[in-house]
């Protein structure tokens, strides 16, 4: 069974970075696109980015585009999301889902409906 862990999530100051990982275990995720969802306070989940099975597809949400990279590492069955530049409006509870989608040309999905498989996640608070 697929398991999702996040980390890295911290307190950090405007203008400052942060690197978020989501480790798999269980299965290997070769053939699984990967998205990170964001939750603040008072509002709804929003998607962020999300990654293909392959990592040739990238996508980013307007807020973010810019500032946040997207990418994985087969070998530690791990997927990152690099965070430059924070702002405070970032601040939320970041989740990374995953969805078994093996053909590379598929790409990913930003709809959170197309997640079956989801972490716990991790707090990002930006503030000075």
């Known amino acids: 069974q697929l398991q999702l862990v996040e980390s890295g999530g911290a307190l950090v100051q405007p203008g400052g970075s942060l690197r978020l990982s989501c480790t798999a275990s269980?299965?290997?995720?070769?053939?699984?696109?990967i998205g990170w969802f964001r939750q603040a306070p008072g509002k709804e989940r929003e998607v962020v980015s999300c990654?293909?099975?392959?990592?040739?597809?990238?996508d980013y949400a307007d807020s973010v585009q810019g500032r946040f990279t997207i990418s994985r590492d087969y070998a530690k069955n791990t997927v990152y999301m690099q965070m430059d530049n924070l702002k405070p409006e970032d601040t939320a509870v970041y989740y990374c889902?995953?969805?078994?989608?093996?053909?590379?040309?598929?790409?990913?999905?930003?709809?959170?409906?197309?997640?079956?498989?989801w972490g716990q996640g991790t707090q990002v608070t930006v503030s000075s």
């Open positions: 990654i293909s099975s392959g990592g040739g597809t990238t």
């Open positions: 889902a995953a969805e078994e989608r093996s053909y590379e040309g598929a790409g990913c999905s930003m709809t959170e409906v197309e997640y079956p498989d």
């Open positions: 269980g299965i290997a995720l070769h053939y699984h696109a």
